[in-house]
């Protein structure tokens, strides 16, 4: 980590970075940001840690803590929702167990995001499944990928 | 620096180019209500109060953060205006505790005032509110968070005047909230001046806690006798009591304290501090490995038999050793005057240029 | 066998989800596969494409031989073989797998500018934008014009913003270059954040060069040797190609130092948005380009005088600039020819929803909506009815069915009291809820909000309550008339764009369907959309009795042994709508 890290700094002292890049940079490497990344990035930069986290806490992209192994990204595009994402949305919750704000599994295997829009309006419904983009969505559709990714987990 | 003319509600004044429109209406006597806006920090524009109607602009503008123009003509009240106003007044209140009641800030508090100006009572928005778990650990600030209006002003005067930088704005939206790094506790140096620029309840120091409203409260202006730098303070007196310290924003240094001139006041009335001269009567090394009490090493004394004692005991060192034996540290709790006859009794009276001073560093 | 095949496959983000990539390399193995001739293989290109549009059609390949360009539509891997016997090798297109009328109607009324290159040029290769014609402006520009001509040229044209305020560009240009300033910057603002839109991101996939000279023509207008894009992260696909534009332009010239030889610098840079649509407004974005919260400041002083680092700035729309080299190579003449008096040229729109042949579109300023929707768009999804449409996103509002004869230009629309706005046009039809439909985008507006001025922070909130309990079926009398006082306060008072158009979508709805919320309030959802408001049962002739809502209710209220008609409790049932979702038989009946 302590590798990483100074990696990080450094590039940020050369590119003339800021605080939204190099927490970019950060979460490109852990999967999220670090609460000891950003006091170290704050005493070696001489940025206030209450910055960092104004800014990492503003910005939808940036996780405090650490995902599921497999990302679910809805989007809740206006296309989206008149074509029932909430709907797939629900499903997806249920069927994770997920409930209220709660969105990685227990067991982090799994992290249901939800993206205003993703631009695919044409094909929408639309749910990124790990970086793949699935259009014309529905819950059934969404249930065998879902099983699909659960047996691979458990192999 | 060029002088401007503009119109503000029908009178035309003269302001520097600099100028925003609030600062003109200052100039010419127009109180145009605001929340968010302190001089002394960069204006933020989100409390929407302070707006004004300017001819050729199709909106209401906030005058703090428009820059005066050249024959610009403003109108700082309008129905529409203050129905714009009353508005916003009521959405915060929509989200506020609106405990008065108990509010230390009560009676001192920029919303509460605004709120009765306007004759706010029922809240045509009243609705989810923001809860918040207090945990605060320090002694000095008291922080409300849900008496927040996020008006920004601590963390402006945090990061633009003292350069600290402790809290910023977090998450954003209705969930907005100053705090911390983590929402941890405060970790900084307290030196309050947060709680001095916050227009409302939210940030208070714990030390005035029940002490008193302002009412009957006898305001007292003196210096502060904490360092050398000489802060202008203001002694808040009840009972005979100093119940809290502030600094008035004309004075030279504007306003602004640190956490000794603000909070460490208390040992005026400390039963803990010496107010009559004491001499002592064991030797130092019998009284540092003794469990005797304070009385069984000094005793009380009058300032005659006091200053009696260090003349003497000062006349024999000087005889036996001569004066360069001696020498003097004086304090930077001492005025400029005090300080000089300090020098003084050191060089004329022992005869030594054994004097320094503990700011001199 | 044809001589001179070219294999078009569209890669829009549209057509990679439908495979096209998987098309693509199907193509490309079995040509070797099938030992097709070297020779021939060598006369016989295959490019990826950038989205041409019709993406609901997708995986759309072209085939063009010596003479004729042949379009195929719904392409999977497994058809490809097919096409290459009897197509390429026999000469001979595989009829029933061409597109259909209505991918010919959908492009008969359009008019392209901006995307005249998207769908035919490979967006990856700087040669092909070349071959083109791409960075003739630029070139034309360094030759012979001053940067005041190149101004005038803009104003001339009448082009005006495209984001969604409708500012006059060459006016903009034109400020910023009187202010005096030792550095000025360009910003290409592509931080696309309407849900429903997604031109820009289109423009940029399918022609990144066009957005990159139309920066390098502003620069050069306005005297700026920096300029970023800020592109949001949502979009990987853009910004790879982006990226890849930057640094092909880089090296054939185009940026950086002392281009074309003529002695102006410029080079671009690209800032990643983080997710906060906020930052679609210049002053916040200028704000998360320096790595702060996006939190937008007042305006005057507006970025043009105090940009970016507080020099000048110009922000211009992806849109906006991509028609800037069009309109310099062709004349503002030609350009202002397409419009109406005050809104000139054409306008992408992203036409989605329950829409028959939903994607993007560029049609002339002025033309109807009637004929977007059934000329170019097809008509209304399953025989349904139009009920409304949705333009400018979170900001816009609707215009209803009696107004289809309006024309989409900047005038029209506002007095309608919805916006052009970025773009997105969402049809909508009888199932769909105006009110459950305002409350989506106020939901958004409200989570998007900054915190920092009150009307929106707290105002939006407030009018989201209460469309939250119209929508429950726990609305008030009153509450429609206290929505209206609060959307037009939030209106006036709040600071920054986000804030001031908020309330939009609420008050078209209101105003234009009324009925609705009265319904709300009587208790009913007469689109049946609501789901608060509805009740679930089954409808005993239907059912299977196969158990799928059993399973899926959270609740436990649905009862029933296997193969017979199933029972749902209402006195458990929490109206979530699962079962009505996982039925396959209509069985499940909602009032």
């Not at chain 3, 079995?30 to 995986?59: Q, T, W, Y």
Request: glycine residues 10%; hydrophobic residues 35%.
């Amino acid at each position: 980590m302590e590798k990483r890290l100074q990696g990080l700094i450094e590039d940020f002292k050369k590119n003339e970075g800021n605080i939204i890049s190099l927490l970019q940079e950060t979460q490109e490497v852990f999967g999220y940001i670090p609460e000891e990344a950003v006091y170290r990035f704050s005493e070696e930069l001489d940025i206030p840690a209450s910055n960092f986290f104004g800014v990492a806490t503003f910005y939808s992209q940036f996780y405090l803590k650490p995902r599921g192994k497999n990302i679910i990204t809805a989007c809740c595009g206006t296309a989206c929702h008149v074509k029932g994402s909430d709907r797939i949305i629900g499903s997806l919750k249920r069927e994770l167990n997920l409930t209220g704000e709660q969105n990685t599994t227990e067991d982090k295997k799994f992290t249901l995001e939800q993206v205003a829009c993703v631009g695919a309006c044409s094909i929408a419904p639309v749910v990124i499944i790990n970086k793949k983009v699935h259009g014309k969505m529905n819950s059934d559709k969404m249930a065998k990928e879902l099983k699909a990714l659960k047996e691979g987990e458990n192999e | 620096m060029k002088k401007l003319k503009i119109t503000i509600d029908g009178k035309t004044i003269e302001v520097p180019e600099n100028a925003t429109v609030l600062d003109a209406a200052k100039t010419a006597g127009i109180a145009v209500p605001t929340l968010c806006h302190h001089p002394k920090l960069t204006p933020f524009g989100g409390c929407r109060l302070c707006i004004v109607e300017i001819k050729g602009i199709p909106r209401p503008v906030t005058s703090c953060t428009t820059p005066v123009s050249d024959g610009m003509e403003v109108t700082t009240s309008t129905e529409q205006l203050e129905n714009l106003r009353k508005t916003v007044l009521e959405l915060i209140l929509s989200d506020h505790p609106n405990d008065c009641m108990v509010c230390e800030k009560a009676g001192d508090c920029t919303l509460q005032e605004l709120a009765y100006s306007y004759g706010i009572r029922e809240n045509r928005f009243a609705g989810e509110r923001r809860i918040y778990e207090k945990k605060d650990g320090n002694p000095f600030l008291e922080r409300d968070m849900e008496k927040c209006i996020l008006c920004g002003r601590c963390v402006k005067i945090c990061d633009e005047v003292q350069g600290v930088g402790a809290i910023d704005f977090t998450y954003r939206g209705f969930k907005s909230k100053i705090c911390p790094p983590y929402e941890k506790d405060l970790d900084c140096e307290f030196c309050g001046q947060c709680v001095a620029v916050c227009p409302t309840g939210a940030l208070t120091g714990k030390q005035w806690a029940l002490k008193g409203r302002q009412r009957g409260v006898r305001e007292v202006d003196t210096v502060c006798s904490y360092c050398g730098t000489g802060c202008n303070i203001t002694l808040h007196v009840k009972d005979n009591t100093v119940t809290r310290v502030t600094s008035k924003e004309d004075t030279w240094n504007e306003g602004w304290l640190c956490i000794k001139g603000r909070f460490g006041y208390t040992f005026i009335n400390s039963p803990d501090r010496l107010t009559k001269p004491l001499i002592r009567i064991k030797d130092r090394s019998s009284s540092l490995n003794s469990s005797n009490g304070l009385d069984d090493i000094f005793r009380e004394a009058s300032w005659e038999e006091a200053f009696d004692h260090i003349a003497s005991r000062l006349s024999d060192i000087k005889t036996k050793h001569g004066s360069d034996a001696i020498g003097g540290l004086s304090s930077a709790r001492c005025t400029n005057e005090e300080n000089y006859i300090f020098q003084k009794l050191m060089r004329a009276g022992v005869g030594t240029n054994n004097v320094d001073h503990c700011a001199r560093l | 066998m044809n001589k001179n095949i070219t294999i078009q496959v569209c890669m829009g983000t549209g057509g990679m989800a439908a495979g096209g990539f998987e098309v693509l390399a199907a193509f490309e193995s079995l040509m070797r596969e099938k030992n097709i001739p070297a020779e021939f293989r060598k006369e016989c290109s295959m490019h990826k494409v950038g989205c041409r549009g019709l993406c609901a059609k997708d995986v759309l390949v072209d085939v063009i031989t010596d003479d004729r360009r042949t379009i195929y539509q719904y392409i999977k891997p497994e058809m490809v073989e097919r096409i290459i016997d009897e197509h390429i090798v026999g000469g001979a297109p595989v009829s029933e797998w061409e597109v259909d009328e209505d991918y010919h109607k959908f492009h008969e009324k359009q008019v392209k500018v901006v995307l005249s290159d998207c769908g035919n040029i490979d967006p990856e290769d700087i040669n092909a934008y070349i071959a083109s014609d791409g960075y003739k402006a630029a070139e034309k520009i360094f030759a012979s014009m001053a940067p005041e001509e190149v101004i005038d040229i803009m104003k001339k044209s009448g082009l005006r913003g495209r984001g969604g305020a409708g500012f006059p560009t060459g006016v903009k240009w034109e400020a910023c270059r009187k202010v005096e300033a030792g550095q000025k910057y360009v910003i290409c603002n592509a931080d696309e954040g309407d849900p429903g839109a997604f031109m820009d991101r289109a423009v940029i996939e399918g022609n990144p060069h066009a957005v990159i000279e139309g920066m390098l023509i502003g620069a050069y207008a306005i005297g700026a040797s920096k300029g970023y894009v800020y592109i949001r992260a949502e979009y990987p696909l853009a910004v790879e190609r982006l990226k890849k534009a930057i640094a092909a332009a880089r090296e054939c010239g185009f940026l950086g130092k002392n281009i074309l030889g003529k002695g102006f610098d410029f080079d671009i840079k690209i800032k990643l948005g983080a997710g906060a649509f906020v930052c679609g407004e210049e002053t916040a974005l200028i704000a998360s380009i320096e790595g702060q919260r996006g939190m937008p400041r007042a305006k005057p002083p507006f970025p043009v005088h105090r940009g970016l680092w507080g020099k000048p700035t110009v922000i211009n729309n992806v849109e906006t600039l991509a028609n800037i080299p069009y309109i310099i190579k062709k004349g503002h003449e030609w350009f202002s020819s397409y419009g109406t008096e005050k809104s000139k040229g054409t306008k992408v729109f992203a036409l989605t929803g329950k829409i028959k042949n939903s994607g993007l579109i560029e049609v002339p300023m002025g033309i109807t909506l009637k004929e977007i929707i059934y000329d170019i768009g097809g008509g209304i999804e399953n025989g349904k009815s139009l009920k409304a449409v949705q333009t400018g996103g979170p900001s816009g509002g609707c215009i209803t069915t009696d107004m289809l004869d309006i024309t989409m230009d900047y005038e029209s629309l506002a007095k309608v009291g919805s916006i052009v706005g970025s773009g997105g046009m969402i049809v909508l039809d009888e199932d769909d809820c105006m009110v459950n439909m305002a409350k989506y985008f106020l939901q958004f507006t409200q989570s998007e909000s900054c915190g920092k001025c009150v009307p929106c922070r707290i105002g939006t909130k407030r009018l989201l309550e209460i469309m939250n309990r119209i929508t429950k079926g726990a609305g008030k009398q009153g509450d429609i008339e206290l929505l209206e006082k609060l959307s037009n306060d939030i209106k006036a008072a709040s600071l920054c764009g986000l804030g001031q158009t908020a309330p939009n979508p609420v008050l078209s709805t209101i105003k234009y369907f009324r009925e609705e919320y009265e319904a709300h309030l009587q208790g009913k959802c007469p689109a049946k959309a609501c789901r608060e408001m509805l009740t679930y049962h089954i409808i005993e002739e239907f059912c299977k009795g196969c158990g799928a809502c059993l399973r899926a209710c959270p609740a436990g209220a649905i009862t029933g042994e296997k193969k017979k008609p199933h029972k749902i409790a209402p006195e458990i049932c929490i109206r979530c709508g699962a079962c009505f979702d996982v039925c396959k038989f209509k069985a499940v009946g909602k009032e």
